[in-house]
């Protein structure tokens, strides 16, 4: 993947709280070594706090919030998981339009573990192929998606993978 993103810049968008450190971090530095700048992006300014399933792992600089941040400045973006992340993300007017932007702009998005709730709330899965948590799998179908157990599923610029675990092929 070395260099294949150069002179790019992905989002990734967070909340404050419940980030799956390891769905922050590989994907992180895979941008990075591709080439691309990662900025992270949350609903607060400050710093956001990782977590080693229910373990506080390390928190992490906050590079704009979804209020100030414009989709036009982003090449992609990718959606960390963890249960209460992407569940405070999609009550989050704001975070919602930001992800439903990148759609709308035709621009690549990456949804890890239980991310795709953000995607159910920005009302962008209906026809599509994806992969996710296996316990969102009633949510994504009931939504419109075509729910498929795979390691990862890369269909019309969307990238899912159900779990951690899953990294190395996501």
């Known amino acids: ?10 989002a990734f968008l ?8 390891v769905e922050l971090t590989e994907p992180w530095r895979e941008v990075q070594e591709a080439g691309a700048t990662p900025r992270l992006v949350s609903t607060q300014t400050g710093t956001v706090q990782g977590m ?6 390390d928190t992490f600089d906050v590079d704009a919030t979804v209020d100030d941040a414009d989709v036009s400045d982003y090449d992609g973006l990718v959606l960390p998981g963890g249960v209460a992340n992407p569940d405070a993300l999609r009550m989050d007017p704001g975070a919602v339009a930001f992800a439903k932007a990148f759609f709308d702009a035709g621009k690549p998005v990456a949804a890890i573990c239980h991310a795709p709730w953000t995607l159910v709330e920005a009302d962008v899965v209906l026809g599509r192929r994806m992969t996710s948590w296996p316990s ?13 157990a795979e390691e990862v599923n890369v269909a019309a610029g ?5 779990r951690p675990d899953a990294l190395p092929a996501f």
């Open 1 to 10: 993947m070395a260099g294949t993103l150069d002179g790019k810049t992905i």
């Open 14 to 21: 967070v909340a404050p709280e419940g980030i799956e450190q």
């Open 52 to 57: 080693n399933h229910l373990d506080k792992g």
């Open 136 to 148: 969102l799998q009633t949510d994504l179908r009931n939504a419109g998606a075509e729910w498929v």
């Open 158 to 162: 969307l990238v899912t993978s159900p």
